[in-house]
């Protein structure tokens, strides 16, 4: 039976895994100056010991005293089921792999390796926190001890070739072994540490970090990292842990492809996959865990180059964090994780779950950076932790203690304001993402091009992602359907109606396209321009192991996103949809779903074709506008799934959610489909018929083949994306670029332009507008015209990446 690895919770179940302290706003002063004493190693392994357990909370109040107690109990099953036996420690962990290689079984077998090592750390956090029933308890520490020697003298040792997955044998296994050995360091021997020692040198020699490529990358080589420093610390060696400091560095710079933090606030894991919210996570973790175990120390971090992560923290993750949760379009094969199928303590972590991890990670960090960022952290942190209402963290089952301690230290820190939620558009031109964040409401956009895959398989997981980079649209409320993604969405949606794509209906098998973000389509035109507040943004889609072809647009505004698609067209023989929407209304929603003022029937299931249609709304969530009217599919359906169905390490408990989908149905093999709506999250029945009514409010420019673009008067908007060279209204461009405008009451106007394309070495732009100087300009515009319009000239656009090129110029 094989099972895969869950590397991905680093920040969630076991108490290392946050590597919060406690509740003070600096739990590790507390006994620094008598740390320094001569044993430098030892004052090492004392202050890893309290970043695994945590300190300053009290283990007889709540919610700890209920977390120390289930700590407990679960050892207490380990203790009692370990029954070592030729090639497992348990009974359903058998490592002993009859046909050694690289295949999932193989996987499976050593991930097993890995669980065993797994829960040998949750028995010696039993054994060392108070209030877990098994404090001190010598059978217990006898079991562990006697644990380790089994799976060390099984296949965890230096004369054992490794199989599998690389991870287990240099990460997961290394990492909790070396914590196993922290909290029990008194209870081995000298040749104990010694022999295992010798087996994480096997395993992890110093070649491992010799060259910042493959799998030692980004959030790989953090981990590897970890194990080499504490290597050195367990075993004494001064070099291991200089050489795993040292290690670190070149994660730490901006880099222009492959893994890495991205200056544009990207963060590439696997070379093409957004994952901010998992490995991301799991960096941003390590990092700050590792920076407050060596600071003080002679292997302190001192690297300047640090302060690019402390930079991340708003750059890169706090626009994907709201109101609690991270969001999926970042957490790559994460999605796929449910309750595991054999063994239930084992349940992944939703948007939600993965995001507390986060939020814990950051209080972490702040412990070394300046008092500005730490305090301004600490308030987001806090608003966010205010604003969970859908999944409360410090009621979080999967958190560990000690980042349970962090959160709740800022809780409870009175000097603390919470602040929030940043507003604000974001767009991630090197990992194909964009956010949109309004007073009330957020939206994200996942797309996919050469650089970045349609999505990410892997271990048996995210079997049916196939098409969440296919212009997926997720938005939250700020205080409602905050549970949108998080009910049990991903084993349950049509994984073919992913609300804001547009795909063909052919069948695809599981895995398709090929694992590790394999699967990336041949385009060049993904990205867009914004000025911070407002966006004009465009994806070239073509489909995954299909013929369709599309030209996707999202026009981000104040209250609402206009989505714009033309030129589709496929031949696969098949039916081709553009999704308006597909919300989970959860186990037994019957949310209205009102169009052009009557409601409709709210049984399931229940279809119907709305032709004509100029607006809809679905109750407590938004409203949808189709201008000047559009036949649009409705669907009710109950929709069944197992977790198992998308990741093979899952349960094979089938759920059932509610959907309520809208969808515009282009036929089978279409030539030039078109759609067009607006998307206006949290309007009521009639904010959503007046902007259907208000005909003049939105002006579609163009939505062809060639340009897509709108105007929107009363807000001084226009964006336009030119898929080719030409005019469209007011604006003529002569290259493929994309370029959005805001005039301002003020007399100015913001021209925004980039170059998706990454291929232009010139273009040329002109504005049928009055203009009468240029206020600001980038380099790139290399001259300028003003008078009775305005023609911009740039020169070579091709190394900007995407970015945004803003102008500012006087009307007229």
């Given at each position: 039976m094989t099972r895969f690895s869950t590397r991905r919770t680093f920040l969630r179940a076991t108490g290392g895994t946050a590597l919060a302290l406690g509740l003070t706003t600096s739990p590790l002063a507390n006994g620094q100056a008598a740390a320094a004493a001569a044993d430098e190693f030892s004052d090492l392994r004392a202050k890893w010991r309290s970043l695994i357990l945590g300190s300053g909370f009290s283990p007889t109040a709540e919610p700890f005293k209920g977390r120390l107690a289930q700590l407990g109990a679960r050892a207490a099953e380990y203790q009692s089921t370990m029954a070592p036996a030729t090639g497992s420690l348990w009974p359903e962990?058998?490592?002993?792999?009859?046909?050694?290689?690289?295949?999932?079984?193989?996987?499976?077998?050593?991930?097993?390796?890995?669980?065993?090592?797994?829960?040998?750390?949750?028995?010696?956090?039993?054994?060392?926190?108070?209030?877990t029933g098994l404090t001190g308890?010598?059978?217990?520490?006898?079991?562990?001890?006697?644990?380790?020697?089994?799976?060390?003298?099984?296949?965890?040792?230096?004369?054992?070739?490794?199989?599998?997955?690389?991870?287990?044998?240099?990460?997961?296994?290394?990492?909790?072994l070396l914590d196993v050995c922290v909290l029990m360091y008194e209870q081995l021997s000298a040749a104990q540490i010694a022999s295992y020692c010798r087996a994480v040198d096997h395993f992890v020699p110093d070649s491992a970090v010799a060259v910042y490529s493959g799998t030692s990358t980004g959030a790989n080589r953090v981990d590897l990292c970890r194990v080499l420093i504490l290597r050195g610390i367990v075993g004494g060696s001064s070099a291991k842990i200089a050489l795993g400091r040292s290690a670190l560095s070149p994660v730490f710079p901006y880099v222009s492809s492959g893994d890495g933090l991205y200056a544009d606030g990207s963060f590439i894991q696997h070379t093409s996959v957004p994952y901010a919210g998992t490995y991301g996570a799991v960096m941003l973790g390590g990092l700050g865990s590792l920076f407050a175990l060596l600071a003080g120390s002679s292997w302190a971090v001192t690297d300047p180059n640090r302060q690019i992560v402390f930079d991340a923290v708003e750059n890169a993750w706090a626009p994907f964090l709201y109101n609690g949760l991270i969001m999926d379009s970042v957490s790559g094969r994460g999605i796929s994780r449910g309750i595991h199928r054999d063994d239930p303590h084992q349940v992944q972590a939703d948007d939600h779950l993965r995001g507390h991890g986060i939020l814990s990670a950051i209080v972490l960090l702040g412990q070394g950076a300046s008092a500005a960022e730490n305090a301004?952290?600490?308030?987001?942190?806090?608003?966010?932790?205010?604003?969970?209402?859908?999944?409360?963290?410090?009621?979080?089952?999967?958190?560990?203690?000690?980042?349970?301690?962090?959160?709740?230290?800022?809780?409870?820190?009175?000097?603390?304001?919470?602040?929030?939620?940043?507003?604000?558009?974001?767009?991630?031109?090197?990992?194909?993402?964009?956010?949109?964040?309004?007073?009330?409401?957020?939206?994200?956009?996942?797309?996919?091009?050469?650089?970045?895959?349609?999505?990410?398989?892997?271990?048996?997981?995210?079997?049916?992602?196939?098409?969440?980079?296919?212009?997926?649209?997720?938005?939250?409320?700020?205080?409602?359907?905050?549970?949108?993604?998080?009910?049990?969405?991903?084993?349950?949606?049509?994984?073919?109606?992913?609300?804001?794509?547009?795909?063909?209906?052919?069948?695809?098998?599981?895995?398709?396209?090929?694992?590790?973000?394999?699967?990336?389509?041949?385009?060049?035109?993904?990205?867009?321009?914004?000025?911070?507040?407002?966006?004009?943004?465009?994806?070239?889609?073509?489909?995954?192991?299909?013929?369709?072809?599309?030209?996707?647009?999202?026009?981000?505004?104040?209250?609402?996103?206009?989505?714009?698609?033309?030129g589709i067209k496929c031949t696969d023989g098949t039916g081709v949809e553009s999704v308006i929407e597909n919300r989970n209304l959860g186990r037994s929603g019957?949310?209205?779903?009102?169009?052009?003022?009557?409601?409709?029937?709210?049984?399931?299931?229940?279809?119907?074709?709305?032709?004509?249609?100029?607006?809809?709304?679905?109750?407590?969530?938004?409203?949808?506008?189709?201008?000047?009217?559009?036949?649009?599919?409705?669907?009710?359906?109950e929709r069944t799934g197992k977790w198992s169905d998308i990741n093979r390490g899952m349960a094979e408990t089938a759920i059932t959610r509610r959907y309520l989908t809208l969808y515009a149905d282009h036929g089978t093999n279409p030539s030039d489909a078109a759609y067009a709506y607006l998307l206006m999250p949290g309007a009521n029945t009639t904010q959503t018929a007046a902007r259907a009514a208000d005909t003049g409010w939105l002006q579609i420019l163009a939505n062809t083949?060639?340009?897509?673009?709108?105007?929107?008067?009363?807000?001084?908007?226009?964006?336009?994306?030119?898929?080719?060279?030409?005019?469209?209204?007011?604006?003529?461009?002569?290259?493929?670029?994309?370029?959005?405008i805001s005039e301002k009451s003020s007399g100015t106007a913001v021209i925004c332009v980039s170059d998706p394309m990454r291929m232009q070495t010139g273009l040329t732009l002109t504005w049928n507008r009055a203009v009468t100087s240029v206020i600001s300009k980038p380099s790139t515009v290399t001259g300028s015209a003003t008078g009775a319009s305005l023609s911009l000239t740039f020169g070579d656009l091709s190394g900007t990446l995407g970015a945004t090129q803003k102008i500012t110029v006087a009307l007229g």
């Open positions: 962990l058998v490592w002993a792999d009859p046909e050694p290689d690289t295949d999932q079984e193989s996987y499976g077998y050593s991930q097993r390796m890995n669980d065993s090592f797994s829960r040998l750390s949750v028995m010696a956090q039993a054994y060392c926190q108070q209030g308890n010598a059978a217990l520490a006898a079991d562990i001890v006697a644990g380790l020697d089994h799976v060390y003298a099984g296949i965890y040792n230096e004369g054992q070739t490794r199989f599998g997955n690389f991870y287990s044998w240099q990460i997961g296994a290394p990492q909790a301004r952290w600490r308030g987001l942190v806090k608003g966010w932790l205010q604003r969970d209402y859908y999944s409360p963290p410090l009621s979080d089952p999967l958190l560990g203690l000690v980042g349970l301690a962090w959160l709740k230290s800022v809780v409870d820190d009175t000097s603390v304001a919470a602040i929030a939620e940043p507003t604000g558009h974001r767009l991630f031109p090197a990992m194909a993402r964009a956010t949109h964040r309004r007073p009330h409401w957020a939206a994200s956009i996942s797309m996919a091009g050469k650089r970045i895959t349609h999505y990410e398989t892997g271990n048996g997981e995210n079997l049916r992602g196939w098409h969440t980079g296919s212009g997926m649209l997720y938005w939250w409320g700020d205080s409602y359907a905050n549970g949108q993604y998080s009910d049990a969405f991903w084993p349950t949606v049509d994984p073919y109606r992913l609300p804001g794509t547009t795909n063909s209906r052919k069948v695809l098998a599981d895995a398709a396209g090929g694992d590790w973000g394999a699967p990336k389509p041949d385009v060049n035109w993904v990205g867009g321009a914004t000025d911070g507040n407002r966006a004009a943004i465009g994806q070239y889609l073509r489909g995954l192991q299909s013929t369709l072809m599309a030209k996707k647009s999202w026009f981000c505004l104040d209250d609402s996103i206009v989505c714009l698609g033309a019957v949310h209205p779903l009102t169009v052009d003022g009557t409601v409709k029937p709210v049984s399931h299931p229940w279809t119907e074709n709305l032709t004509g249609a100029t607006w809809a709304h679905i109750g407590g969530m938004g409203g949808y506008v189709f201008p000047g009217g559009a036949t649009v599919r409705a669907l009710r359906e083949d060639n340009q897509q673009g709108v105007r929107v008067p009363s807000l001084g908007f226009t964006g336009v994306n030119f898929w080719f060279g030409g005019t469209v209204g007011t604006l003529t461009a002569s290259a493929p670029c994309a370029v959005m």
